[in-house]
């Protein structure tokens, strides 16, 4: 894959995270922290609040989900899919 922002190639990877208990991380707009005191704190009510879940996935317990990297500008470009 090529980067969008500088055209050179992107390195295919996946994300993880050290620990085992943490399975997903998410987006969320700005506009939604503006306004809210707290973060949805389960997958669905973050989907409800037009956020988008992350998962993990290391390939190993844990299906891998990919996303490349912009090893020249830093970029990332990721899979937004939820968990099956
Ligand atoms: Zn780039």
Known sequence: MQCPYCGKEMTKGFLGVESSRVSWTFWLEHDYLMKHTFLPV???????????????????????NTFYVCRDCGKMIGDLKTEP
Do not use: S
């Open 42 to 64: 389960t997958k669905k009510k973050m989907q409800e609040a037009g956020g988008y879940v992350i998962p993990f996935g290391n390939g190993i317990n844990t299906a891998p």
